[in-house]
């Protein structure tokens, strides 16, 4: 069985930053990608950024520049650093597993963001 747990997330001005956490264990996770998702209520869960277990980085086109993936394999730990928040940033942010080696997705609990104006 595979867990998932994010942490991080926060109330920030526009213009700050805020670091999120996702650790996961479990059989198959060192082998799988590993992304983020945020939702907004009212709207359609959205993908954010991702990154393989070969270090291959995808962003959505709304975050490029400002956020930056990484992963430690050591720790079975995905990282979301943001920088330059908006207001738009605001959502609940999910970590999600997938792969090959995994019988089917994984989702964290979710951390909350919030940028204010």
């Known amino acids: 069985q595979v867990q998932v747990v994010e942490s991080g997330g926060g109330l920030v001005q526009a213009g700050g930053s805020l670091r999120l956490s996702c650790a996961a264990s479990g059989n198959g996770v060192t082998s799988s990608s590993m992304g983020w998702y945020r939702q907004t209520p009212g709207k359609q869960r959205e993908f954010v950024a991702s990154?393989?277990?070969?270090?291959?980085?995808d962003y959505a086109d709304s975050v490029v520049g400002r956020f930056t993936i990484s992963r430690d394999a050591t720790k079975n730990t995905m990282y979301l650093q943001m920088d330059r928040l908006v207001p738009e940033d605001t959502g609940v942010y999910y970590c999600?597993?997938?792969?090959?080696?995994?019988?089917?997705?994984?989702w964290g609990q979710g951390t909350q963001v919030t940028v204010s104006s």
């Open positions: 999600a597993i997938w792969g090959r080696w995994l019988a089917r997705n994984y």
């Open positions: 990154i393989t277990s070969g270090a291959t980085m």
